[in-house]
């Protein structure tokens, strides 16, 4: 089992920037992919970025490419999301999560389905 905790959310103004933290407990030896999903209010959880720990492979989705960057610290156990030129619309509830069976890449952020581990979140607001 993994066991996932978000930090560092927040309110930012428009162009502001926040960093994410996930801390990964568990099973956090290996090839594993750990990725960033968003929930906005009244919407479907949808993935943003993803990297092979281990292997440092990132992956993004078109709208956020360019202005996240998805990071790790294996020594700690930690994976990040620097999020940059934040926008109202990046609005919503980030989460952390994790797949044990080394598959990793943009296909595997399109359902949350692929991901068998999850944190609780972290709310970020942009105004």
């Known amino acids: 089992h993994v066991q996932l905790v978000e930090s560092g959310g927040g309110s930012v103004q428009a162009g502001g920037s926040l960093r994410l933290s996930c801390a990964a407990s568990?099973?956090?030896?290996?090839?594993?992919?750990m990725a960033w999903f968003r929930q906005a209010p009244g919407k479907e959880r949808g993935g943003l970025a993803a990297i092979v720990t281990g292997g440092g492979n990132k992956y993004y989705v078109g709208s956020v490419e360019g202005r996240f960057t998805i990071s790790q610290d294996s020594a700690k156990n930690m994976v990040y999301l620097q999020m940059n030129n934040l926008k109202p619309q990046d609005t919503g509830m980030y989460y952390c999560a994790a797949r044990t069976d080394g598959n990793c890449g943009v296909w595997y952020l399109t359902t949350t389905s692929y991901f068998r581990y999850w944190g609780q979140g972290t709310q970020v607001t942009v105004s």
């Open positions: 568990g099973r956090t030896y290996g090839r594993n992919c």
